[in-house]
């Protein structure tokens, strides 16, 4: 797999309505299967009044991101009819990281299968131009947990290499890590050294 891939620059929510049905097209770049699941939920748990709440995502899966985990569903709409369009689009536009659920309030008319395609698509497309397109680096999450006295240590390094991080101070000090996958392995090398190999590194 390319060392770079397209995904979307943000979430973004695009709506339109078909012969009275409303149509809203939600995006999220994420970074794993489970945070493409979660956010599937919480579409799904904050649109369930509506009639379809209709998921697709493709996401780099595996240790190392080398292989594609491509998920769509219809969600109680004619086979075929929503899911694969939706995940169609993705496919088309090489977008990887990234999760979609098309919420549907039914509006009394049917729309047969072709004109579910289309809305479905059209959601997805909207969405997608919406949020951008932006290039990405694989990225992968490392928890560095530490005693007190190391973590000026960690911070310090965490900072001089320019990674996006989050600290929590408890009873002791853990740092949630994201880190492009290449430079992964050197990071948690460094980490290691630094701190004579107490650092615990997950």
Do not use: W
């Not at 709440?53 to 709409?77: I, K, M, Q, T």
């Not at 999760?99 to 497309?125: D, E, H, I, M, P």
């Amino acid at each position: 797999m390319s060392e770079t891939y397209r995904t979307t620059a943000d979430a973004a929510t695009a709506t339109f309505v078909v012969q009275g049905s409303e149509f809203l097209g939600h995006v999220r770049p994420v970074d794993s299967v489970d945070a493409a699941e979660a956010f599937v939920e919480d579409v799904a748990s904050e649109y369930d009044d509506a009639t379809h709440n209709v998921p697709a995502y493709r996401v780099r899966a595996g240790s190392g991101g080398e292989f594609l985990r491509e998920y769509s569903s219809d969600d109680g709409e004619p086979s075929g009819s929503a899911g694969k369009p939706a995940l169609n689009v993705l496919t088309q536009q090489e977008l990887e990281n990234c999760a979609v659920v098309v919420t549907r309030y039914y509006g009394g008319t049917n729309l047969g299968v072709g004109g579910l395609v289309r809305a479905y698509s059209r959601a997805v497309k909207e969405a997608v131009e919406t949020a951008g397109i932006v290039e990405q680096r694989p990225h992968e999450q490392v928890t560095v947990t530490v005693e007190y006295d190391d973590s000026g240590t960690v911070r310090s390094i965490l900072e001089s290499e320019g990674v996006e991080f989050d600290a929590e101070y408890e009873a002791t000090v853990t740092f949630e890590v994201r880190v492009p996958s290449a430079e992964a392995e050197a990071l948690r090398d460094r980490l290691r050294s630094a701190t004579s190999g107490r650092a615990d590194l997950a």
